[in-house]
């Protein structure tokens, strides 16, 4: 295993030296290297072995991705909703809310951590959100701040939102993105995986006044709570009964 890993290492070291090799010699050479060599060897570095270093090649997350697959645009499903046509409403119905579902995609961090912020915003006013958001020490809060940002300026501007302030997250959530694997080296020669996990958030933001209760049911009366019981006893059944 050891040799085969150490041979993809000279692989990839050897690459940018027929890349440097080529600009020295003059241009008959060039020709005569280049017809030989494949451009594929030449153009790309590290490809051939398809093992990552490190979390910053390629340039970031979006070039990680582009340079693997460049038809990889993540989830586009979520979005959709923003192009449903509801039917027209009677006049002695409820007025419907209006909402926007917003995303982004490839984020550079782990979805386990940004599950606490998406759940930690979700069922608070936009206007909260952001407040709370400042004094949150966590990587992933920018982008969910960006995030509820972007999508307040689309519904205002898209979705005919009077005014941004009167907001709330109805959705917050993540999934999981792109894992991209690498090797760690430790001592004695030996060779660790590293996992650089992406992920996706998820928004929509609807209009009106937040509940009160978002996560918990709303606490009863006494009254209720004795109907409720009442109401258990009475429907009580005794098995292999008339």
């Given at each position: ?95 419907r809310k209006a ?112 509940p009160q209760h ?10 209720q709570q004795y ?16």
């Amino acid at each position: 295993m050891h040799k085969v890993i150490r041979q993809m290492t000279q692989l990839s070291l050897q690459t940018p030296l027929l890349a440097t090799t080529t600009s020295i010699t003059s241009s008959g050479s060039v020709a005569k290297l280049l017809a030989v060599v494949p451009t594929t060897t030449i153009t790309q570095t590290g490809d051939c072995c398809g093992v990552h270093t490190s979390a910053a090649s390629g340039g970031g997350s979006g070039g990680l991705c582009a340079k693997w697959n460049k038809h990889n645009y993540g989830p586009r499903r979520w979005l959709e909703y923003n192009k449903t046509v509801h039917p027209p409403q009677e006049t002695d119905e409820e007025p419907r809310k209006a909402y926007v579902c917003h995303m982004r995609s490839n984020i550079k961090y782990s979805p386990d951590k940004m599950w606490y912020i998406a759940a930690f915003v979700r069922g608070m006013s936009v206007d909260e959100a952001l407040k709370q958001l400042n004094f949150v020490l966590k990587k992933g809060a920018t982008d969910v701040k960006e995030t509820i940002l972007e999508a307040q300026q689309m519904a205002v501007e898209r979705h005919n939102v009077e005014y941004r302030s009167n907001l709330w997250i109805a959705e917050s959530f993540v999934g999981k993105g792109r894992v991209f694997k690498g090797l760690r080296r430790h001592a004695r020669g030996r060779f660790g995986r590293v996992e650089y996990k992406h992920c996706h958030y998820f928004l929509r933001l609807e209009e009106g006044e937040p509940p009160q209760h978002y996560y918990a049911p709303e606490p009863q009366t006494p009254q209720q709570q004795y109907e409720h019981w009442l109401q258990q006893m009475r429907s009580r059944k005794v098995i292999n009964s008339l």
